[in-house]
């Protein structure tokens, strides 16, 4: 076991031990290392005004990518590269090219801002050369902007992805692919502060057994909800096992018809193969958050927090996914419909942790959709989220699964709906005695983001948009996301 | 560089020219410093506001002695702590920073922990015993007018008979619409580092709007004369309002930490509690009635607006008078009744936000005009050109002020062409005509906003200016930044006047102990007034050194010419370095304050009738949308902008200003809802639960221009016009045309309720009501 964490910074390793492992990096920064060009705007990972990029290996290779330091636990650094904004500029003081290409647009006006746009664009810089609007728009979505109403930064945005520019991370590629092949080779990290633990096991076993000695320990993945507990809630969180430096939880893989997406795997990781094999599953994927969120949080956190908001449950339940719990006694699969239990209370063990989401592969028949519905498109939380997954034999319907997030304590299936639905001709009268009885299955609830009523009715309109998407494809029904009109 | 080489063809940064924001390499690089960026001085102590969790109710009991106790507090600072007047309001005297014995809303200020770190503050607050005895909470507009429950009396202006002009009328028309509030959002949320100096003085970095104020309200809490305590604000993370006046409260509570315990003390909320805890756009009501002709032309207006204040008077008096001044817009109303509410309710107190009432105030008369069109099947721009103000006749506002700089017709008819609003008119109806449930919807709407503070005594401003004898100058003026561009504006105003390289002109950061007595950096007047009054110190220093030139070299001072970094003396040229070192070795004063009144604004605030705006800004939009009628989504997809911006000081800036403006009105009048409980508590206090416009949210097609042929009529600044407020109203357009989408549901003859934000809910019912009203007509129709 290690007791000091270590990343890299500026071509060198820091080491760093005896602090509070719940500290954000952002704090870390900004209180303890006078590092303030990175700014706090929300502590919730909505903003970006916190946005730094770590740099990883992933097959030998070096990548960069945006993350929300508000929200990052400091020891999560370990093992990687941290840059921040005032790591761009060159040793002379000239201007990094994103940043120039900034000041050029008339991108900065308060400026409280501009450092996460200009991190967000400087990990996007050492990934793609994508001049596209829509994939922008995907790069910037998790930066809030109050002043500009964006167009000078997207402009900025697009004159880096037609650049080419290079700059001085890529001189020193080598040099820091070696530090960081060094550090992957130390042993787990395990800190001690005062009352509190963390610990970063590297394999399965170690987390099984870790948890089976501390049930009651916090398992942390992307920290994108577990992270708001410390900043938002302010909890005092005593003992953290971290699954994020576990490679064999990092996995897609494709096995007897199914995809098997270990617990660690981020919505970033999994997004191409998701949309490959199920496009609506992909435009979820791509408005469930941002590219920092993506970057962190995880499929498996998604599930195992229990929200009953969250965004993938629905989709997951209707195709019948399945989770795979593991504990230090082995491991069980079970319907991941039935592992949300009721508000708050999921089907887990003590000792038990998610470790993978196995995920059947496309019925060459059937229909899926996915609908997510909220005030904003981009990084919003959905009123009402919906997944449709119907198999039709000669014009009647085989089987249909329905599940709706936000209409109950839990991802819910409408099983009355379905019942109305199935073995039916695939109609608009058998679809109007669907919503007839799609009432008897959910009472919703009025909160800040919808009434109990928009949600029913809204709920009911979207299974008939996937009776009109289904039999008329045709018709024009999509606003955003691919063949969405907004751009046509 | 010391000594730059300077340009001899034209000085860099002179104005006009769209030259960048001053800060924004530093910006890019994070150099720029931002309050809690100031490396923190020894002995820091961190603040923590115990806030109410009720909207109304006694305090009965308030035990924070667990809390004194707790470990790394240093201090609890309570009401009798105060040595001077509990109170941090702008006007009234009605916002104690402390609350005593009632609470008014929740997340009321109740008592501030002083400790070595916030984490420590904020545990320690949680101690406290607080027993309540809640009263009843009015928290809407409706439960306000029904309690009759007011911060201020109404306030009612009148022309004409306009309740027998409605009724006399061929046809009259009755909408009611209810329009959210908003929060600020400011990346930076509101912060306050004050620190301890000799006698007893006290040194504020506080983010604010008005560092003058702030000064008056700490000195005031304190219990010190104004002199005692200096304010300093170099750049705010945004403003757009929110911290003219609420700032006040946090400087004080962190000022009274260093006063109890001779140590710095820094408060910073984070974003739920500067979202709690601080006011923000007000909410409205409109009742409006119009009487019209065949043409739509409108004979009779009568507005009632009632708005939600909040628990304290703050500047509701000026902000509903600022809606009253602009429910005509561009339009001329020969017989108007205007009423405005101001209602007290049990929520946070509202304060400026951009626009300050106007785009409220606009929104009436906008929507009218399209349900008017849609009633007489015309085209709303038709009905609304047929409405507006003329050049000659028709051109008297409500509150007798001659409108004399009238561009509106100008501008509306080049963006109709440049926009192409017809066709795209036609070939949306043929579009809605083929989609059976994504409609589109198109709207052009203009905007008039008047130009000035109401409350006419803050249209003042000071400036100093200093020219060192190395030919370097060092502006300062009353006016703050808060991204606007502000400084490069007056930079540029010197460098223009004095004919020097704008990097020649340092910029630095507004402070009391600089420039006394300032406004606050509001109504769309900073460079207005703080630009006129830089050009009158760099004038007077001008004036000097052509008088002394003149004397020196015995030469007629109409000989004497400044030009680009140099001065032409009768045939002779010398370096602006050369004559001002000249000058100071002749023993010539080279520092100068400038100062400034706005003329000819004159305005009676009890019948609300004058003159009480200099001039006008226009502009108008072109919105295009696409709704989705089984869901109410909905998003803006082109917007075309034509603005006046008078002659631009800097047109990179003011686009920016256009631009942002736009997006940050459609984000009001979309996405961003603020939801209060039942019993008052906001629950929409972050941005995972309140949604401003992301990046996606901007149109594809953004498509803008400042109105080339713009020039101000009146003697402003280089004939500019002021540009933070008025493109926010452009955003009108985009609510507009989401009403134009979902009236396609009816075929255009039906003109939908909907009020604002036009959230996928709001747009769903929307829909959904006109669809049953249609229903329900083709059943009589077919009984009969």
Sequence with gaps: MRQKLKYVHRGEIVELADFDPTTTVLNYLRYERALTGTKEGCAEGDCGACTVVLGDLVEGKLRYQAVNACIQFLPTLDGKELITVEDLKSEDGTLHPVQTAMVEANGTQCGFCTPGFVMSMFAEMHTNENTDRRHLNNVLAGNLCRCTGYGPIVEAAAKIATLGAKDQFHDREIVTTALLESLDNEPALHLNWQDRQYFAPKTVDELARFLGEHPDATILAGATDVGLWVTKQHRELKSVVYIGQIDALKTIEEEDGQLIIGAGVTYSDVWDTLTRHYPDFGELIRRIASTQIRNSGT??????????????????????????????????????????????????????????????????????????????????????CAAFHLTLDSGKVDTIRICYGGMAGTPKRAIAAEQAIIGRKWSEETIEAALTVITEDYQPMTDMRASKQYRMLAAQNLLKKFYIETSAPGIATRIVGEGGLAYA | MRSPPANTREIQGQVHSAHPHDSAAKQVAGDALYIDDIAEPKDLLHLYIAQSEKAHAKLLKMDVSAVRTAPGVVAVLTAEDVPGVNDAAPLAGDDPVFAEGIVEYAGQSLFAVAAETMDQARAAAKLAIIEYEELPAIVTVEQAMEASSFVLPPREIRRGDATKAITTAKHRLRQRLEIGGQDHFYLEGHVALALPGEDGDIFVHSSTQHPTEIQHNVAKFLDLPDHSVTVEIRRMGGGFGGKETQGAWFAAIAALAVKMTGRPAKIRLDRDDDMIMTGKRHDFVATVEMGFDDEGRVSGAEFIFASRCGRSVDLSASINDRAMFHADNCYYFENVTIISHRCKTHTVSNTAFRGFGGPQGMLAPERMM?????????????????????????????????????????????????????????????????????????????????????????????????????????????????????????????????????????????????????????????????????????????????????????????????????????KDEISFKDLVQLAYMNRISLSATGYYRTPKIHYDATTLSGRPFYYFAYGAAVSEVIIDTLTGENKVVAVDILHDTGKSLNPAIDLGQIEGGYIQGMGWLTTEELYFDAKGILKTHAPSTYKIPACSDRPAIFNMKIFERGENIEETIFRSKAVGEPPFMLAISAFNAIADAISSVADYHLYPDLDAPATPERVLMAVQKITETVHESELTEAAQ
Excluded: W
């Design chain 1, 299 to 384: 499929i498996g956190g998604n599930i195992a927090n229990g929200s009953p908001i969250g965004d993938t449950p629905p989709a997951l339940i209707v195709l019948e996914a399945t989770l795979r719990l593991r504990s230090k006694s082995g491991h069980r699969d079970a319907p991941l419909e039935d592992f949300f239990i009721g508000y708050g209370k999921q089907d887990l063990r003590s000792g038990e942790f998610v470790e993978a989401v196995l995920l059947p592969l496309p019925r060459k028949d059937s229909r899926f959709a996915t609908y997510k519905i909220s005030k904003r498109f981009d990084q919003d939380i959905s009123a009402v």
């Design chain 2, 370 to 570: 399209d349900a008017i069109a849609c009633y007489l099947g015309k085209d709303p721009l038709e009905v609304r050109k047929s409405n507006l103000y003329g050049k000659e006749t028709r051109n008297v506002t409500p509150y007798q002020m001659t409108v004399e700089d009238n561009i509106a017709p100008e501008i509306i008819t080049e963006l109709e062409k440049s926009a192409d609003y017809a066709a795209r008119r036609n070939a949306i109806r043929a579009f809605n005509r083929m989609s059976p449930y994504l409609k589109k919807g198109i709207a052009l709407t203009p905007v008039k906003f008047g130009i000035s503070f109401t409350a006419s005594h803050l249209n003042q401003a000071g400036a100093l200016l200093h020219v060192y004898t190395d030919g370097s100058a060092m502006i300062n003026h009353g006016g703050t930044e808060m991204g606007q561009g502000l400084y490069i504006k007056v930079a540029q105003v010197v460098a223009e006047v004095l004919q020097i390289d704008i990097e020649r002109v340092k910029i630095t950061a507004t402070r009391t102990d600089k420039v006394p007595n300032t406004s606050p950096t509001a109504a769309s007047s900073g460079a207005d007034l703080n630009g006129k009054a830089a050009e009158a110190a760099a004038l007077s220093i001008k004036e000097r050194l052509i008088t002394f030139a003149a004397a020196h070299y015995d030469i007629a001072a109409d000989e004497i010419k400044f030009l680009p970094n140099r001065v032409r003396i009768g």
